[in-house]
């Protein structure tokens, strides 16, 4: 992690900015979520104990806790592997879907055969896909992980960045006409602009469907280390309360995921960042 | 007048779905010249066509039939070689654009180099007074604001004309007041020439040296009247009996345009 080995006042400084681009709203939405989260944690630490149940069928948040900080070295690995076959497979996913909807506004008339078949590719399911792609790149390479992410991010960016890239104010076209701007210019000038905000919602759904992507493909068998076989493994053993941490922490990682793409979008956006402020 | 036009229009007609029983004409025999320096307005009820004439010069749609030049050229060429800046009634800011690098956008679009059109922008920002919105993005400003940075945006490419399509028709009536007297102020520095639609005929009066009364259907010049107040014309003006002259001038020709055209 390399924010732990920056130097620790130049950390607490970047995070006091990280949290100062949050609008307001949210910083003051802050210790709700806290609270509402203890209250959760702790009537599930007391139901559990009233109630008598059998840690395999639900462990409390304490042994769970426990169960993390004992085994945290081989979780953390499991979860580096894991969230590097997530980011490639957003990144991927994402690219291909910008610039494939790029094409299709490019050339209208094939945009409906390359939707539909965008359609069907996106009907299939990840776990009839998991397998597939285990046997093209092999079962503990990184694309074989990453492959399943990219085709469920591929489908909501498409859509979406599509929709961004044709929803352009006729005024704006005319604009470009009236100053004789090129193709290109318009589609870097005025269609891809138009669609960053599309591009980033799709993105905010794309992000947590690579995560379940990655972990339910590698159920079907990854790398030693990764959060889904780590989870399968603990399960099997069984150490429910082990599979349970491993459970929190791919939970984290799609919370992370989306949390990363909307500070993305504040930074490269402050437009549109600025218009929800002045909404409130 | 003596000097060559600078737009010349002849024998234009403009039909819509002219290949269909919807026929439309929107423009009919059309002749008009323009000179050099001179700021006309084309003044006309909805459906008089003086839209569509001012896209027809600015080749954002194209005539049926007749000729028109702009500056010598086909209006194509000189949208091409963007002899011509653009207002439209919609300030049509890119959002994503400061204020500062949406009215570089014309010089962008023509290639030229970052520092020339950062100079450019802010002498044009300078020029419409929001010098110190360079940084602010569009939606940080009003409706009249956004209107300058439009005109701002306009001419940041020293156009020779600028065409101007009801740009205040959006604005309530003090901004609007305000913004005529801050145009009059812009091209008496820049001096081009304006061609200018508008339907309000003291707005056509207070701005024009020349107004171009249209009627509807079929859109047709009824009149071509020369407005000789003298430059430059200030908040005053509006209450000297010469204008108010005009105006009911003005407003008997577009009246009597209209009587003319309606069904017996």
Known sequence: ??????????????????????????????????????????????????????????????????????????????????????????????????????LLSRFASVSAPVLSAAVLLNCAPIVALAPIFNNWFGVTNVM????????????????????????????????????????????????????????????????????????????????AQALGVYIASQAALPRFDYAWAGIFVSGALGLLMFGAVTLLERLLMPWHASLHEESD | MGEPAIISVRDVHKVFNGHTDRAVTALQDINLDIGPGEFVSLLGPSGCGKSTLLRVLAD?????????TVNGKTPRAARADRDYGMVFQQAGLFDWRSVQRNVELPLQVAGAPKDQRRAKAL????????????????????????????????????????????????????????????????????????????????????????VVVMSARPGRIAASIDVDLPYP??????????????????????HAAESEQAPA
């Open chain 1, 1 to 102: 992690m390399s924010a732990a080995t920056a130097p620790a006042p130049a950390a607490t400084g970047r995070g006091a900015r990280l949290l100062a681009l949050l609008p307001a709203r949210y910083r003051k939405q802050a210790l709700p979520v806290a609270v509402t989260a203890l209250l959760l944690l702790g009537s599930w630490q007391l139901a559990v104990a009233v109630f008598d149940i059998p840690s395999f069928v639900l462990p409390t948040p304490t042994t769970i806790v426990t169960a993390f900080f004992d085994d945290v070295g081989t979780i953390m690995a499991a979860f580096h592997v894991t969230v590097t076959a997530v980011l490639l497979g957003l990144l991927l996913g994402a690219v291909a879907g910008v610039a494939v909807s790029l």
């Open chain 2, 233 to 254: 014309r200030v908040a005053e003006t509006r209450t000297t009996p010469e204008f108010f002259a005009k105006v009911k001038e003005v407003r008997q020709v577009l």
């Open chain 1, 144 to 223: 074989s992980k990453a492959g399943v992410a990219a085709v469920m991010v591929f489908f909501p960016v498409l859509v979406n960045t599509t929709r961004g890239l044709l929803q352009v104010t006729p005024l704006h076209l005319e604009i470009m006409e009236s100053l004789a701007a090129r193709p290109r210019q318009v589609a870097f000038g005025v269609r891809f602009p138009n669609a960053l905000p599309y591009v980033f919602n799709a993105l905010k759904l794309g992000s947590t469907l690579a995560v379940i992507g990655v972990i339910v493909s590698e159920y079907f068998g990854g790398p």
């Open chain 2, 60 to 68: 954002l749609t194209s005539p049926s039939q007749g000729e028109v």
């Open chain 2, 123 to 210: 002498e044009m920002l300078e020029l419409v007074r929001l010098g110190e919105f360079a940084k602010h993005f569009p939606w940080q400003l009003s409706g009249g604001m956004q209107q300058r940075v439009a005109i701002a945006r306009a001419l940041s490419a020293d156009p020779s004309i600028l065409f101007m399509d009801e740009p205040l028709g959006a604005l309530d009536e003090m901004n609007r007041e305000r913004l005529q007297g801050e145009l009059l102020r812009i091209w008496t520095d820049v001096r081009t020439t304006v061609v200018f639609v508008t339907h309000s005929i003291s707005e056509a009066v207070f701005l024009s040296s020349r």
